[in-house]
């Protein structure tokens, strides 16, 4: 086994990343859950963040099985202007294949994501999760990251902010390479 993250680079890797997303998305709704409800305007709003290479797959040898999105630039309806003005990366839209669930793949997302920001020169990275997933918040918090507050906004129903330090993975239990073609 030999996992591989790389950007999505074309129309058809974008389709395996939405793929993935649907799936979760489905897992979602029949455990009763509204989370990610807006899904349905992804494919228009994740068409830059294809282009800039924002969309991350994770490859077990030719098998998708994860995806996140990553970019260097946050929401401004949720985080001020202050937080935006740090160097940060802002981690959205990871998902992990349902037959590879409980295998520490999300986590390992989230350590690469760590990773790729500090790499980059930044101190932290960033998440906003749905404010009504209190059991993904306890993920989160029992991963290290700092609950920073939840937005207010009646109009968005994700919104709970999250971040931790940017750090390198250090050692990794499986070969973890990032794609040669999107360093620097």
């Not at 509204?34 to 294809?50: C, M, N």
């Not at 630039?73 to 590879?100: I, M, N, Q």
């Not at 993975?169 to 390479?177: A, D, S, T, Y």
């Amino acid at each position: 086994m030999t996992l591989t993250i790389r950007p999505a680079e074309d129309q058809d890797e974008f389709e395996i990343a939405m793929g993935l997303l649907t799936q979760r998305i489905q897992w979602l709704r029949d455990r009763g859950s509204d989370q990610w409800a807006t899904w349905e305007r992804w494919r228009t709003k994740l068409g830059p963040s294809l282009s800039a290479g924002d969309i991350w797959i994770l490859w077990d040898d030719d098998e998708p099985i994860g995806t996140v999105t990553l970019e260097m630039t946050g929401d401004p309806d949720f985080w001020t202007p202050e937080e935006l003005a740090e160097p940060a990366a802002y981690v959205s839209k990871l998902a992990v294949r349902l037959d590879r669930a409980g295998q520490e793949l999300g986590a390992l997302l989230l350590a690469w994501a760590g990773d790729y920001a500090f790499q980059r020169g930044c101190r932290y990275v960033r998440l906003d999760a749905w404010k009504t997933n209190e059991q993904l918040h306890a993920y989160y918090l029992s991963r290290g990251w700092t609950h920073l507050r939840t937005s207010t906004d009646p109009q968005r129903r994700s919104g709970a902010l999250f971040q931790r330090t940017a750090a390198p993975m250090g050692k990794q239990p499986v070969e973890l390479r990032t794609a040669a073609s999107r360093q620097g």
